[in-house]
C-alpha cells in the first residue's frame, strides 16, 4: 500500500478527496430552477419510454437503506472479518444517512416534482424533500467503493455498472436531477473509500505508530 510520510495511503486519500471535490463542485452548481443544460439532461432520462420501469424498481433498490445490512452480511462472508462489514454500517449511518441529511438542509434544492408541473414521476417517488444529494447515488456508490477491493475484474465491471443504473434510474424516475446523483456519486465513493481504509488490519494502529514516531523525532530534534 503506498503511503506517505505520515502513514497515511496516498491512492485512498486522493479518492477521498476527489469525491468530497465532486459532491462541493456538484452543490456549487445547483441552482434553482435548475440550469438550462441540467435541465436538458434531466428531461432525455425523463422523457424516455416508461415500460421498462418495474425491471428498473428493481435496481433502484440496489440504492435503498434496506440493502445495507444485506450488504454487511455479504461483505462478512467475502472477508471472513468483522471490521469491514462494521464500518460499512457505522460509515453507512454517520456519513451516508446523517451526514446527507445535513448537506441537503445546506443546499435545498427541492426535487423535480416540486420545481417542474410536468415531470413524470415514478412508483412511490417523492416530490416534497430536499433533492441534493441523492440518497440512493450516495449508498449505491458507497456500496461500490467498499465491495471493489474484494471483487474481481468481472465483478467490478458488474458493480460500476449496478451503482451507474441506480444513479440515472432515479432521473428516469423523476425522483432526483442529475446533480443531485453525480454529487452524491462522489459523497458516498469518498464513504465507500473511508470505510474500507478504516477497515483494512492494522491500519488504526500504523496510523498511530507513525505518527508517534514523527513526534519523538520532532521533539528530539528540539
Do not use: C
Not at 21 to 38: I, M, N
Not at 114 to 133: H, Q, S
Not at 157 to 168: D, K, Q, R, W, Y
Amino acid at each position: 500500500m503506498d503511503t506517505n510520510q505520515h502513514g497515511f495511503p496516498l491512492r485512498q486519500a486522493i479518492v477521498i478527496v476527489a469525491g468530497l471535490a465532486l459532491l462541493v463542485v456538484s452543490g456549487l452548481l445547483v441552482q434553482d430552477p435548475p440550469a438550462a443544460w441540467e435541465e436538458s439532461v434531466f428531461r432525455a432520462l425523463n422523457d424516455l419510454p416508461h415500460n421498462v420501469e418495474p425491471v428498473l424498481w428493481a435496481l433502484q433498490q440496489m440504492g435503498s437503506a434496506l440493502v445495507m445490512p444485506f450488504a454487511a452480511l455479504v461483505l462478512w462472508r467475502m472477508t471472513r472479518r468483522w471490521q469491514p462489514p462494521v464500518a460499512l454500517l457505522v460509515t453507512g449511518f454517520l456519513l451516508g444517512w446523517v451526514g446527507a441529511k445535513g448537506i441537503k438542509a445546506m443546499v435545498g434544492r427541492g426535487r423535480p416534482g416540486a420545481i417542474f408541473d410536468d415531470v413524470y414521476l415514478g412508483f412511490d417517488v417523492p416530490t416534497a424533500e430536499i433533492g441534493f444529494p441523492s440518497g440512493h447515488a450516495v449508498l449505491a456508490f458507497t456500496l461500490l467503493a467498499m465491495f471493489v477491493p474484494y471483487l474481481s475484474k468481472r465483478g467490478r465491471i458488474v458493480a460500476f455498472g449496478v451503482a451507474i443504473g441506480v444513479g440515472l434510474t432515479r432521473v428516469y424516475v423523476g425522483a432526483h436531477f442529475p446533480l443531485d446523483v453525480i454529487g452524491g456519486a462522489g459523497y458516498g465513493v469518498a464513504i465507500g473509500t473511508l470505510a474500507t481504509l478504516l477497515s483494512r488490519p492494522g491500519f488504526g494502529a500504523g496510523l498511530v505508530g507513525s505518527w508517534t514516531v514523527r513526534a519523538r523525532s520532532d521533539a528530539e530534534e528540539r
